[in-house]
């Protein structure tokens, strides 16, 4: 893609505006914990010491809008004090320009480097370093600056108190994700009837899963709906698969697929009951023609070996959700959900898991994060260049800022952190949006205030009403967002005693300047995606290599200690899989000529990928119980995957083509094999039943990897 294409399309994204659902409560409670902040430091401090705690108190109430599974309260007190403390330190070193400059760099180095934790960590960090630049302007001395930090503290206290005493949908984010997986799921089974061998996004169940974590505290006191479910949808996603695909056993057309189509159907259809139960907390209302064809007895007489136990499976595991969605309702309504789940369970009722999934406090966490952005820390790491430009903008800008004679130096670098992030496409899309809402913004705001004149009153309650206006619409699009960022800013200064005349020019000027530092550290010092396609390809790879040779090994020694084998690798692949898909996206928008990977090499081998996944997922379907009878020649089959997809990763990121021949030599000796057992007279020689599924799929696991390969030279 062209530079000038580039800009077109990031500047047409970042003025783009989106119809999302709106959170009236949630940002009319954000308005409210800033307008108290306002009215007691006005009342009690005067009007300086009142702008600074606003934007403390504005700061932590974004801070709770980053999409973050970890108490709310707990992000604006982390905002709110960490800005209290970048103020004081940032004051009591402003007097000396070489000690600021030096602070800033730190500050915004290591800021660029919380991205290693997260997004929402590395916005908070950025976010917390730009209003630094505004409120250290406000105090006129070191116990000035102390008032004025501490105040900023009681805004993130009070928005987390706000918090706690009017919860708004409490688990409600938990609730979303876990009602989106099984709304996915109930998606895909529907798509199944149609196209058996259609791809599941396992996006929706990472979500579920990072949102399931939770402390010891926590697992305690969350809804009884959200225990068990998303374990229970893991398992459900191979048993679709399974049930579908002709290379199963069922027949692509006939009674059996028909009944297939019914039996997917139903799944579909109390999947989605039991997401909508989830989500809003309502009893389970099943669909009675559902139940109906889960209950129909003639299944076994249509299905028979590995469909008909998949079809057993899927019952009792669609039992096991609905038995999990109905939660804490009424005894009548509890007791409705057990006789339906009762009604369609199968012989193989599963168990929901107990334990819950474990996420680290918020002081466990601190050495958790250093550790992430220590591994950040190496020569081709995007983070690493995303906190060099972002430090390297910062100081530059404010020097910049102090030679211009315009007064207000601070909003070049200001406008350049707020705007930066890892990714071209965002920094440059959010800087074009940053300069249009401001400019909007910043003129009606002074216009206003030159016109009327308000007194601190008025302008105190126009920055809420501004605030509010940035809270309702943030998700609808950034310019719009700077906009009501940009007035609220100008009627809080105003209160300070800041001088309008000049507000127009200068922060738009300012503000233009910062962004053009941004673009242009990203043209300067790159962090392109498109370079990196092939790591990201070899990645996918491996991890799916593994994923599919711990199934195959369970064939070999079914146990149920390798089945934690099996889950760690699949969550390896899955990250992996959406590693690559973001680096694809990325690398689409890049003024970045093709180097090695072409779009269509890109697209095959990500199908073939895909591919490789699914028939792994097929097979995990039906991995035997603990003691079952062992196949013979699977762990050797395992390995040789294993070490072949190792190589393989190693020869995409070299620009070589993998070679599999070491995969079919091993298959077409166990076949041998057993054409040798099969045709033994002795009892006892034939080969295990799972034999022929496990040969079946590791031979479309070879074709996958052959299409892989093939798909490389597009």
């Known amino acids: 893609m062209s530079w000038l294409r580039a800009l077109k399309e990031t500047a047409r994204s970042g003025l783009k505006i989106e119809r999302r659902r709106l959170e009236p409560l949630i940002a009319l409670r954000g308005a409210a914990g800033l307008a108290l902040v306002i009215g007691v430091s006005l009342a009690l401090f005067g009007p300086v010491v009142a702008a600074s705690s606003a934007f403390g108190a504005f700061q932590a109430a974004i801070a709770t809008f980053q999409r973050s599974w970890r108490p709310r309260p707990v992000l604006a007190l982390v905002s709110g004090v960490s800005l209290g403390l970048s103020t004081f330190v940032g004051y009591v070193t402003g007097t000396h320009l070489l000690l600021f400059v030096v602070l ?8 660029g480097l919380a991205w290693a934790a997260g997004p929402t960590g590395g916005i908070i960090a950025a976010s917390n370093v730009a209003i630094m630049l505004v409120t250290i302007t406000l105090p006129t001395s070191a116990a000035q600056a102390a008032l004025h930090g501490a105040m900023i503290m009681f805004g993130g206290v009070v928005q987390a108190a706000l918090i706690v005493l009017f919860p708004i949908r409490r688990w409600g984010a938990q609730r979303d994700a876990l009602a989106d997986a099984l709304a996915a799921e109930a998606d895909y089974a529907r798509r199944l009837r149609h196209d058996p061998a259609a791809h599941f996004d396992p996006v929706p169940l990472m979500l579920a899963r990072r949102a399931a974590a939770v402390t010891a505290r926590e697992a305690r006191r969350r809804p009884a709906e959200l225990h068990g479910s998303r374990g229970v949808a893991e398992r459900i996603r191979p048993v679709l698969a399974s049930l579908a695909d002709p290379t199963m056993g069922v027949p692509a057309e006939g009674p059996g697929r028909d009944r297939v189509r019914e039996l997917l159907g139903a799944a579909g259809s109390l999947l989605d009951a039991a997401a909508r139960a989830i989500r809003k907390g309502d009893p389970v209302r099943l669909p009675a023609p559902a139940v109906a064809a889960l209950k129909t007895p003639d299944t076994g007489a249509l299905l028979t070996g590995p469909p008909l136990r998949a079809a057993d499976r899927l019952t009792a595991l669609l039992s096991d959700v609905i038995e999990a969605a109905e939660g804490d309702g009424t005894k009548e309504e509890r007791a409705g959900a057990e006789e339906a789940a009762d009604a369609i369970k199968g012989s193989r009722g599963g168990e929901l898991p107990a334990a819950h999934h474990p996420r680290p406090g918020l002081l466990a966490l601190v050495p958790v994060i250093l550790g992430a952005m220590r591994r950040e820390v190496h020569p081709g790491s995007p983070i690493l260049r995303h906190a060099v430009r972002l430090a390297s903008v910062a100081a530059v800008g404010y020097l910049i800022g102090r030679l211009l ?10 406008a350049a952190v707020m705007v930066m992030r890892p990714e071209f496409s965002q920094t440059y899309s959010r800087a074009v949006a940053r300069f249009g809402g401001t400019l909007v913004g910043v003129a009606l705001a002074s216009a206003i205030v030159e016109a009327a004149h308000p007194g601190n009153g008025p302008l105190a309650a126009l920055a809420v009403v501004c605030a509010l206006l940035m809270y309702l619409l943030m998700r609808t699009g950034y310019a719009v967002a700077q906009a009501c960022v940009g007035a609220y800013v100008v009627f809080l200064l105003g209160m300070a005693g800041d001088d309008l005349t000049q507000t127009v020019f200068e922060r738009v000027l300012l503000t233009l300047a910062g962004g053009l530092l941004a673009m242009l550290s990203y043209a300067v010092y790159p962090a392109w995606e498109t370079p990196r396609l092939r790591s990201r ?29 099996v889950r760690r690798a699949l969550l390896a692949t899955r990250e992996a899989r959406v590693a690559w898909q973001e680096a694809v996206a990325t690398a689409r928008h890049e003024p970045v000529r093709h180097r090695g990977l072409s779009h269509g090499a890109a697209d095959a081998t990500q199908h073939a990928l895909a591919q490789l996944g699914r028939v792994a997922m097929l ?19 395992a390995e040789e995957l294993r070490r072949a997809t190792d190589r393989g990763a190693k020869a995409v990121r070299e620009r070589r083509v993998p070679d599999w021949t070491p995969v079919r030599e091993a298959l077409e000796s166990w076949e041998a094999e057993c054409r040798a057992r099969e045709e033994a007279p002795e009892a006892g020689a034939l080969p295990p039943a799972g034999a022929e599924l496990v040969r079946n799929n590791v031979t479309l696991l070879l074709e996958a990897l052959e299409d892989f390969s093939q798909g490389l030279t597009s």
């Not at 004679?405 to 200001?414: E, K």
């Not at 070899?538 to 084998?565: F, I, M, N, S, T």
């Not at 097979?619 to 699977?634: D, F, M, N, Q, Y």
């Open 619 to 637: 097979l995990e379907a039906h991995i035997p119980r603990k003691g079952a009878t062992s196949v013979p020649g699977a762990a050797r089959l």
């Open 104 to 111: 800033l760099v730190v500050w915004t180095f290591l800021a």
């Open 537 to 565: 390809l070899g990645d996918w790879l491996k991890e799916d290599g593994r994923y599919a040779a711990a199934v195959v090994d369970q064939y070999a020694d079914p146990a149920e200690r390798g089945r934690d084998d």
């Open 405 to 414: 004679p315009l007064g207000h130096g601070y909003w070049a670098p200001l």
